[in-house]
């Protein structure tokens, strides 16, 4: 049984470049979900699919932020034109959508972005 | 909108005591709670969820947390801390009634837990 998992672990960029994180979901969730977390911060949460459909957008999730779960499966984030303050790390979780809607959301391991 | 408070940065225990680590909620509805764990440079791991019945809830590792609604609270406990139970702790929650799935964070506490 894996886990939720995130590629790349690490990425240092230069402040104006894009960046963009992959996400694994457990195999045959149906949801997924990407959250933000700065230091000494709880996760922040950014954006939600189910199956390939945006559901949830944070106002958190600027015009330079873009996610994507084309088939339903893994999903992208991309940050165009990287700031300092894009600096965190940044967790993808998913879920099993369940009939009364209490599904319990599993983390990965976080991509860990710095922006120079 | 739903909020979380954790009102301790840090818990400090000895090893083998009880620990509790303080959560209170504020949601318009029916809350879903939660308790996530965080090691250093990892992500979360689930430890346990309210969403109802018994008051008391057992989750992973010896952790449970207790429901208090007219305290609006969620105290993770446990009886007999380890060394190893050392980490950030996290708790979350999710208004039922809005429809909306995304979790609210507190901002954390760390726990330590001496020899």
């Known amino acids: 049984d894996t886990g939720v998992s995130q590629n790349p672990r690490h990425k240092i960029t230069k402040r104006g470049q894009n960046v963009t994180f992959r996400c694994d979901p457990i195999?045959?969730?149906?949801?997924l979900y990407w959250y933000r977390q700065t230091l000494g911060q709880g996760p922040e949460f950014l954006t939600y699919f189910q199956n390939e459909a945006q559901l949830e957008k944070s106002r958190l999730l600027s015009d330079r932020f873009s996610a994507e779960r084309p088939k339903g499966s893994f999903s992208t984030l991309e940050i165009q034109r990287t700031e300092q303050g894009d600096s965190a790390m940044y967790l993808c979780?998913?879920?099993?959508?369940?009939?009364?809607?209490?599904?319990?959301?599993?983390f990965g391991p976080g991509t860990r972005l710095t922006v120079l | 909108a739903q909020s979380v408070a954790q009102p301790e940065d840090q818990v400090n225990v000895a090893e083998g005591n009880p620990l509790t680590v303080k959560c209170t909620y504020s949601v318009s509805g029916n809350p879903y709670l939660f308790w996530y764990v965080q090691y250093p440079n990892r992500g979360l791991q689930f430890l346990l969820k309210?969403?109802?019945?018994?008051?008391l809830v057992k989750g992973s590792y010896g952790f449970e947390a207790e429901f208090n609604k007219s305290q609006t609270s969620f105290h993770l406990k446990k009886p007999s801390a380890l060394v190893s139970d050392s980490a950030l702790y996290f708790c979350?929650?999710?208004?039922?009634?809005?429809?909306?799935?995304?979790?609210?964070f507190g901002t954390g506490t760390r726990l330590l837990v001496s020899p």
């Open positions: 979780a998913s879920s099993f959508r369940t009939s009364t809607s209490t599904d319990t959301q599993y």
């Open positions: 195999s045959e969730h149906n949801r």
């Open positions: 979350a929650v999710r208004d039922l009634n809005t429809g909306f799935q995304k979790l609210v």
């Open positions: 309210y969403i109802t019945g018994d008051n």
